[in-house]
Nanobody, 115 residues
Framework: QVQLAESGGGLVQAGGSLRLSCAAS????????MGWSRQAPGKQREIVAS???????NYVEYVKGRFTMYRDNTKNTVYLHMNSLKPNDTDVYYC?????????WGQGTQITVSS
C-alpha cells in the first residue's frame, strides 16, 4: 500500500521559512519522481516542484530561488525547503508520485503566511 505522509506545515510571517517533509512507503522510492503541488479552495492543484531519480529538480517560475526540493533515498523522504515566504504562498501543499500508472497524493499540509 502506497502512503505519502507530509509534515512541516504551519503559520509563518512573510519573509520566513518552512521545511516540508514527505515520507513515502509502499514504493521503490529511489526510482520514483516525486513532486509537491499546492491547492487553494475551489481551484485546481498546481505543481510547484518535482525531483527525479537522479536528483534533478524543476520548479514553477514564481518559486525559483526561494524553494528547494531535495530527497534522501535512505529515508524514503523528500523535502521542500521554502524561504522568503510570501502571503500568496498560502495554500495546502501536497506531496505526490506516480507508481504503476497510478497517481498517489499525501493528505496535504497547510501553509499560512501572514503579512
Amino acid at each position: 500500500q502506497v502512503q505519502l505522509a507530509e509534515s512541516g506545515g504551519g503559520l509563518v510571517q512573510a519573509g520566513g521559512s518552512l521545511r516540508l517533509s514527505c515520507a513515502a512507503s509502499g514504493i521503490r522510492f529511489s526510482i520514483n519522481t516525486m513532486g509537491w503541488s499546492r491547492q487553494a479552495p475551489g481551484k485546481q492543484r498546481e505543481i510547484v516542484a518535482s525531483i527525479n531519480i537522479g536528483g534533478s529538480t524543476n520548479y514553477v517560475e514564481y518559486v525559483k530561488g526561494r524553494f528547494t526540493m531535495y530527497r534522501d533515498n535512505t529515508k524514503n523522504t523528500v523535502y521542500l525547503h521554502m524561504n522568503s515566504l510570501k502571503p500568496n504562498d498560502t495554500d495546502v501543499y501536497y506531496c505526490h508520485t506516480m507508481y504503476r500508472s497510478t497517481k498517489y497524493w499525501g493528505q496535504g499540509t497547510q501553509i499560512t503566511v501572514s503579512s
